[in-house]
C-alpha cells in the first residue's frame, strides 16, 4: 500500500497508480474553485499529496517544499 510522509507525519493512500492520479488532479482542480461553498483551497496541497506518491517531479517538489519549510521553522525558533 502506497503511503505519503510529510514531516513525522504518515499518511497511506490505497487504490492503483490511475485512481491515486486521477484523484489527485481532481482535488487540484477543485482547489482551483476554492472560492465556492463546498470546495476549497485545502484541497491543492491535498492533491499535490497524493500526486507526490506516484509522480516523480511531484514528489521532488513535496520535498523541496518540506526542507524549506523545515529550514524556516528551525531559523524562526532559533531567533
Known sequence: ???VRFGD???RIPGPPILRI???ILLILGGT???LPVVGFW???L???VLSVDLHPVR???RRFEVWWGRRRRRKQGS
Do not use: E, H, I, T
Open 1 to 3: 500500500m502506497a503511503a
Open 9 to 11: 507525519k504518515r499518511m
Open 22 to 24: 486521477v484523484v489527485g
Open 33 to 35: 474553485v476554492g472560492f
Open 43 to 45: 484541497m491543492l496541497p
Open 47 to 49: 492533491g499535490v499529496l
Open 60 to 62: 521532488r517538489w513535496r
